[in-house]
């Protein structure tokens, strides 16, 4: 290599992480089938506590949310208002955030 060549880095292909990738990962982290009236879909369930200010004193407030593929988001027509069950409780859904990586999360609240 004295004479100028250089030595290459092996080239690395990523396949591109893919719709059914994007299942399993869900599915591998503990994901729950939850049930919409338009159908069914895979989804991580978090309910954590948020501090809410109220000017005289700090409250905590659940937010129920859900992480899911945005294809089942377009597929099944989740919109603001519908009621979802997981686990057998219903949620009705406040508002879609889609992620910008084929993830989105639903936020929720009991009805």
Known sequence: MGDGARASSPSIAMEPITDETRLECLEMLGGRCV????GQFMAIFK????PIDTGEV??????PMLTCRTSDVHRLQLRKDMLLEVDGTQY????HEPG??????LVLRTP
């Open 35 to 38: 049930i919409a009236p338009t």
């Open 47 to 50: 309910d954590p506590f948020m």
């Open 58 to 63: 700090v409250v905590e407030a659940a937010q």
């Open 92 to 95: 009705r859904l406040v508002r």
């Open 100 to 105: 910008g990586s084929g993830l989105s999360r």
